[in-house]
């Protein structure tokens, strides 16, 4: 059976030392999940992005993420492009209107109407993951989307969202969509301790206090201070 390493922090080495985790168990069973998702992601295409196929195809993927890909689609078909790019994969999750990945940037200090504005200016296109005739994602979509999984896996999520959208498309390096959102200033390393402060406060306030009237009320009420823990974090990291 082949060997693959895996590394850890060491932290998290002692940790699970100390709780005798099976490894190799957990991360066969990580990795089989994450290779039938990855595999779902490569086979979509545009025509089986209606609600029902990307629930069936991509059921860890949240209905707010579903609503993104079918907004990318829409918009890709609008343009006439021969694949699904990084570009309009930002464009739908900056139209979905209401994510955590809307939130966590504005935390950054990244405005999702400027955004909006870089991507306008910014459209080339990105080859196809194949040759045929059906518009799938681009190669860089693809890879991203394959990101978005494994930082939601890295994460210890069981879920895919936004803010694991956005940290795809922010890792993936040859895309307009990863140009576009790093020359606006949204970093890998601080935007996923943004994500992962922005989560932990909304648990927190969940935990606390009585529902909001709204999602949006609630993801607005536990952003409110990550701007300035944020910006600490950024300045001990330079």
């Given amino acids: 059976m082949p060997k693959i390493n895996v590394y850890l922090p060491d932290e998290l080495a002692e940790a699970v030392k100390a709780a005798g ?3 190799s168990a957990v991360c066969q069973r990580a990795l089989e999940q994450a290779v039938r998702r990855v595999t779902a992601i490569r086979e979509t295409v545009l025509g ?3 609600d ?7 059921p860890n993927f949240t209905a707010r993420v579903r609503t993104v890909l079918r907004l990318s689609a829409e918009r890709a078909a609008a343009e006439s492009a021969p694949a699904v790019g990084t570009g309009h994969l930002l464009a739908g999750l900056l139209a979905e209107g209401g994510n ?3 939130h966590v940037l504005r935390a950054i200090d990244v405005e999702p109407d400027r955004l909006a504005q870089d991507l306008a200016r910014q459209s080339p296109a990105e ?6 005739a059906t518009r799938r994602f681009s190669a860089p979509a693809a890879a991203a989307l394959e990101l978005t999984v494994t930082e939601a896996t890295a994460l210890g ?8 959208l956005l940290l795809g498309l922010i890792a993936e390096p040859d895309g307009a969509g ?3 959102l790093r020359a606006a200033g949204a970093e890998l390393r601080l935007t996923r301790r943004a994500v992962s402060a922005a989560l932990a406060g909304y648990v927190h306030l969940r935990a606390q206090t009585p529902p909001p009237a709204s999602a949006e009320a609630a993801l607005a009420a536990a952003l409110a201070p990550l701007l300035e823990r944020i910006e600490r974090l950024e300045a001990r990291s330079q």
Wanted: charged letters at 20%; one cysteine or more.
């Fill in 48 to 50: 089986d992005l209606d």
């Fill in 157 to 164: 999520h069981n879920y895919v969202g936004c803010e694991h």
């Fill in 127 to 132: 080859p196809a993951v194949s040759d045929d």
């Fill in 21 to 23: 985790v099976p490894v």
């Fill in 178 to 180: 990863g140009q576009v």
């Fill in 100 to 102: 955590l990945a809307l």
């Fill in 52 to 58: 029902a196929a990307l629930a069936a195809r991509l």
